[in-house]
């Protein structure tokens, strides 16, 4: 099939070219995925390092303090639910309430 006529060897030569093209470009990136895998945790180091050095920096020098979620007082769910609550027709419904459940459900102890 790859055979010519004149020129024999011209056709196993294409064919060997053909597959050693193949089979450098499969090493090629295999090597290359082995590289990457060498040197991805580095890279992941040195931004870990950049925005730790960023991040103190801008705290030494940016504007202000700087403040996380968990210390800001957004006035959510639980300050409304720590807040004593004053309305006689609640407080009467929250014992029926619970005097039913007891009913329902009392302990076993």
């Known amino acids: 099939m790859f055979m010519f ?3 024999p ?7 060997g070219w053909l597959m050693l093209t193949i089979l450098s470009g499969v090493g090629s990136s295999a090597l290359g ?6 040197i991805l945790p580095i890279l992941l180091f040195k ?15 940016g ?5 996380y979620g968990r210390h800001v007082n957004r006035g959510g769910r639980r300050d409304q639910m720590t807040t004593a609550r004053t309305d ?5 419904n929250l014992h ?6 007891d009913e329902l459900f009392p302990d076993e102890a």
């Open 96 to 101: 029926e309430a619970r005097t039913e459940l």
């Open 33 to 38: 995925a082995v590289g990457l895998l060498l």
């Open 47 to 61: 931004m870990m390092f950049f925005f730790f050095i960023f991040g103190a920096i801008m705290g030494k020098f």
């Open 88 to 92: 006689p027709e609640w407080e009467q």
């Open 5 to 7: 006529r004149r020129f």
């Open 63 to 67: 504007p202000g303090r700087r403040y």
């Open 9 to 15: 060897i011209l056709g196993w030569l294409l064919v």
